[in-house]
């Protein structure tokens, strides 16, 4: 089902003639909260995390996030680093109150900023989005160009 939907976003994006690197980042400072999936067993999941969006596209967002703990999931795969776990997320888009929720593959996973502040900056590939869900963030791209 995952492949199809990714199938059906990648042909409704070329529609647009736009390209993976072509998509255009907007900065945002939104709360977002998140939860790690395992995808080998669904049932696993981490507790939550709270988190600040940094930027938005189309087909994803880098979230900003002060601490990870271990608490039986890693952010990026599971414990044989052989399946890739994945965040189940839902975050508000500025002057919106319906809530975007999603599925998203970590892309990136970096330090940000110094050692000390343990800060951590996460770039996802949104996996499972809503068409209404794509349409807002679409909506809140273009009128914020």
Request: charged share 30%; hydrophobic share 40%.
């Given at each position: 089902?995952k492949?199809?939907f990714?199938?059906?976003?990648?042909d409704?994006?070329?529609?647009?003639?736009?390209?993976?690197?072509?998509f255009?980042?907007?900065?945002?400072?939104?709360?977002?909260?998140?939860?790690?999936v395992?995808?080998?067993?669904?049932?696993?999941?981490?507790?939550?995390?709270?988190?600040?969006?940094?930027?938005?596209?189309?087909?994803g967002?880098?979230?900003?996030?002060?601490?990870?703990?271990?608490d039986g999931?890693?952010?990026?795969?599971?414990?044989s680093?052989?399946?890739?776990?994945?965040?189940?997320?839902?975050?508000?888009l500025?002057?919106?109150?319906?809530?975007?929720?999603?599925?998203?593959?970590?892309?990136?996973?970096?330090?940000?900023?110094?050692?000390?502040?343990?800060?951590?900056?996460?770039?996802?590939?949104?996996?499972?989005?809503?068409?209404?869900s794509?349409?807002?963030?679409?909506?809140?791209?273009?009128?914020?160009?």
């Open positions: 089902m492949k199809i990714q199938y059906l976003l990648d409704w994006l070329k529609s647009f003639h736009l390209e993976k690197r072509d255009k980042r907007k900065k945002i400072s939104q709360k977002v909260v998140f939860i790690i395992s995808r080998k067993s669904p049932e696993k999941t981490s507790l939550q995390y709270d988190a600040v969006a940094y930027d938005i596209s189309i087909r967002m880098s979230i900003l996030v002060d601490h990870l703990r271990y999931l890693h952010i990026w795969k599971d414990d680093f052989m399946e890739p776990n994945y965040l189940r997320l839902a975050f508000y500025p002057g919106e109150d319906k809530p975007i929720e999603a599925e998203a593959e970590v892309v990136n996973f970096s330090l940000a900023g110094p050692q000390a502040l343990k800060r951590y900056k996460i770039g996802v590939k949104f996996t499972d989005i809503s068409p209404e794509l349409a807002q963030i679409g909506k809140f791209l273009e009128l914020n160009k």
